[in-house]
């Protein structure tokens, strides 16, 4: 295993190496000059990295495609519409169910990776992390306004594996806005829903850009937006009389700048010194995590729609872009710092979840990453063939007073922990670091194959091999098969390995094999040897593209997933001090064996001239945990989305869409105590159709607007079963995009 020390020289070794590169740009600029006026610069190859972007488990959302189908807030609400993705709450306990984030292929929205512009956000890894998985998180897809958007790329399956730990399900890339002449642009969005007991959206934001000479360029950006809170009684009708109300969605309020500055150090040289600042505050809805009946602490913040919790995100990052004679390459270095600030939560019985207290603590937690990517054609066997070589490093600390706070009951003694919690050491750190290779070689002429292989070496859990091959046969000028192997894994977080993180619960939260002595609870503590989640990914499939327009895919995918992580029902110790009855001691544990599979496709074609179609589906035919059964998310059976465009007039789009969901099954075994919950109720199938206009005014003014869920299907969340969030009915929303 990698030491701590070791990893530590190792990160070192790679940012030197990465500093002194950009240290050599100047000798590499005159290089390329040189070469540029012999004209021997800009050898174009296809990498392996764009050979696998087009593969069936990738999916691309346009500008285009944000203006026909805005957002009212957050990026996940047209990413859920790609084929393989839904969204979910962040474990199959339904808990903080309506925190919905991106879920790929039924791995969990832990196994979903976000990058915006190529490097990873790691914000919500500084959220606690529940017995069930849960974290009270909206995700990493909310740090970037719609507005300032090119493109997302959404990557699912073995094509996404090549990005490290946190891509066994999929990885999302967003890609903002790089203008190359003088621009200034604003927008503004509202959106109001037809029902009151619903929050309304407001949000304004602003983007300029151009040279500042013959070497430079710069781009700021802004953004607000404030979406309001359900009502406290949105969901009173979905429950019995005089049973406590779920909460329904909590608001936010975005507050976020960038600023870019460019550098052309010389042709085909790109230096990028960047700076971001992101705020995202809760309008807190009342949620208690387990649906109880609200203290009166949590009444009196929801009534006053106070802010309960707010996460800054801080970016610093210098990025090179460079082409070479023999090849380009990537390099960054990045800094990324998040401080998660919230109330105080009850940890055990007070209840479990739920504000306790007008204290807030933060939790801080740095995330460096550098990464090195280089790409030289090559010939190998006389075949031609791309070789991409690569280094990576990320480096994880999380500083937290907050959730250590938990004291151990009179007489419990947890080995290798300190009972008083003034005595446990806040900061907890692990370093990774990665090599890989991969090579996109044109076999024959209808045959492409993409090997690779990656190895990462942590301070942790020690080390992951994981190799991959992805490949294309072109059968005919319509049909192409495509296919793919890749294992994939994850780095077990923080919370889950930090032995001075005690989770204490009452008696109803102990495993039924082994409950309370005399109700007193039972803990759960990181465990420092936990091995990393690895998942080994499977597609397969066709893709027809004819003459006529006509274009779709079918792919079957099938994912093993191994060392799952999840909380122990087996105490380590039968208590963590028998002779008083202190309760049993519990903590996280690798489990054997779970698997994910299904089938997706997708068909579009125009009709006529006027009018296209785009329909995709998902149908998950297997998404358990083999040891009991259960899901691993909450997702439906099927997902089907469809859309019409009608390219009315030059400046006129008319977009009607729908999305079919079909039957969401809940767990019949409760993943905290391993017996039965109150409700298996499913969610039924349901239909959302929506209605949008895109007009341009002229080149520099766009105006849109339309009905989501047009025909009013609005659902509660009742807590029962797999009724564990909110769909919000019919609303309505205006645009406006202008640029100067």
Same mark, same amino acid.
């Given at each position: ?34 070469? *540029? ?323 807030? *603590? ?334 341009d005014l002229n080149d520099t003014t766009r105006i849109s607007g339309g009905v989501t869920n047009l025909f009013d299907k609005q659902l ?25």
């Amino acid at each position: 295993m990698l030491t701590s020390k070791s990893a530590l020289v190792s990160g070192t070794a790679l940012g030197l190496f990465l500093v002194a590169g950009f240290f050599s740009l100047p000798a590499l600029a005159q290089t390329a000059e040189e070469d *540029s006026e012999e004209g021997n610069l800009g050898t174009i190859v296809l990498s392996a990295e764009e050979q696998i972007k087009q593969s069936l488990g990738s999916s691309n959302i346009t500008g285009d495609d944000l203006a026909r189908t805005p957002v009212s807030n957050d990026l996940s609400e047209i990413i859920r519409k790609m084929p393989g993705v839904n969204l979910t709450g962040t474990s199959a306990s339904g808990q903080r169910g309506n925190q919905r984030q991106i879920d790929i292929r039924g791995m969990g929205p832990e196994n979903t990776l976000i990058l915006i512009d190529g490097k990873p956000v790691l914000s919500r890894n500084s959220v606690r992390m529940g017995r069930s998985g849960e974290r009270d998180s909206r995700g990493d897809s909310n740090w970037v306004a719609p507005e300032l958007v090119e493109r997302i790329e959404v990557l699912r399956g073995p094509a996404a594996a090549r990005y490290g730990s946190g891509s066994a399900g999929g990885v999302v890339n967003i890609i903002t806005k790089r203008p190359d002449t003088q621009i200034t642009s604003i927008g503004l969005h509202y959106g109001w829903p037809q029902s009151g007991d619903e929050g309304s959206t407001g949000r304004v934001n602003f983007m300029t850009a151009g040279p500042l000479g013959e070497r430079l360029s710069f781009r700021l950006t802004g953004n607000y937006n404030k979406t309001e809170a359900d009502s406290l009684t949105i969901n009173e009708d979905a429950v019995a009389p005089g049973a406590a109300v779920p909460a329904g969605r909590e608001g936010v309020t975005n507050r976020d700048f960038g600023a870019l500055l460019t550098w052309h150090a010389a042709d085909g040289h790109d230096i990028d010194f960047e700076y971001s600042y992101g705020r995202q505050g809760n309008i807190f809805a009342g949620d208690t995590q387990n649906s109880i009946a609200p203290t009166t602490i949590v009444g009196d913040l929801a009534a006053s729609g106070a802010e309960t919790n707010r996460m800054t995100r801080s970016v610093f990052g210098v990025t090179h872009r460079g082409e070479y004679d023999f090849g380009k390459s990537f390099s960054y270095v990045q800094l990324e710092t998040t401080k998660n600030t919230r109330n105080l939560e009850a940890l055990a019985g007070g209840p479990e979840g739920s504000i306790n207290s007008d204290e807030k *603590s933060t939790i801080t937690l740095d995330n460096f990453n550098a990464k090195t990517e280089w790409v030289i054609p090559v010939s190998i066997g006389g075949k031609e063939t791309s070789l991409t070589l690569g280094a990576e490093y990320r480096r994880e600390k999380k500083d937290d007073l907050a959730t250590l706070r938990q004291a151990t009951l009179p007489g419990v003694v947890i080995p290798g922990t300190p009972t008083d919690p003034a005595d446990r050491n806040p900061i907890s750190k692990q370093s990774m670091l990665s090599l890989y290779a991969e090579a996109n070689i044109y076999w024959t002429e209808s045959l492409t194959l993409t090997p690779g292989v990656r190895l990462d070496q942590a301070s942790t859990f020690g080390s992951n091999f994981s190799p991959s091959l992805n490949g294309t046969w072109v059968i005919n000028n319509e049909w192409t098969m495509k296919f793919g192997v890749a294992r994939a894994f994850k780095a077990p977080n923080l919370f889950q390995m930090d032995e001075d993180y005690v989770y204490y619960t009452m008696g109803i939260g102990c495993p039924i094999n082994y409950p309370a002595n005399g109700g007193v609870g039972c803990y759960v503590v990181g465990n420092p040897d936990l091995k990393a989640e690895t998942s080994v990914n499977k597609e397969i499939g066709f893709a027809y593209e004819g003459a006529n327009g006509l274009t779709g895919s079918f792919t079957y995918f099938h994912n093993d997933y191994k060392n799952r992580i999840a909380t122990g029902l087996t105490p380590i110790t039968n208590a963590a001090n028998p002779t008083t009855g202190a309760g049993h001691l519990l903590q996280w544990e690798n489990t054997p064996e779970a698997v994910v599979a299904g089938i997706e496709g997708n068909i579009a074609f125009p009709i006529g001239e006027q009018f296209d179609f785009n329909a995709n589906f998902t149908h998950m035919t297997e998404s358990k945990n083999k040891q009991n059964g259960q899901p691993l998310s909450l997702i439906p059976d099927y997902t089907i989305n469809a859309s019409v465009n009608w390219y009315a007039t030059e400046q006129l789009t008319v977009t009607t869409s729908a999305t079919h969901y079909g039957k969401i099954k809940a767990a019949t075994i409760t993943a905290t105590t391993g017996g039965t919950p109150n409700s298996t109720e499913p969610r039924e199938s349901y239909t959302i159709a929506n209605l949008g206009v895109v007009y341009d005014l002229n080149d520099t003014t766009r105006i849109s607007g339309g009905v989501t869920n047009l025909f009013d299907k609005q659902l509660f969340r009742s807590a029962a079963g797999a009724n564990t969030f909110n769909e919000p009915g019919r609303a309505f929303y205006v645009s406006l995009n202008k640029s100067f």
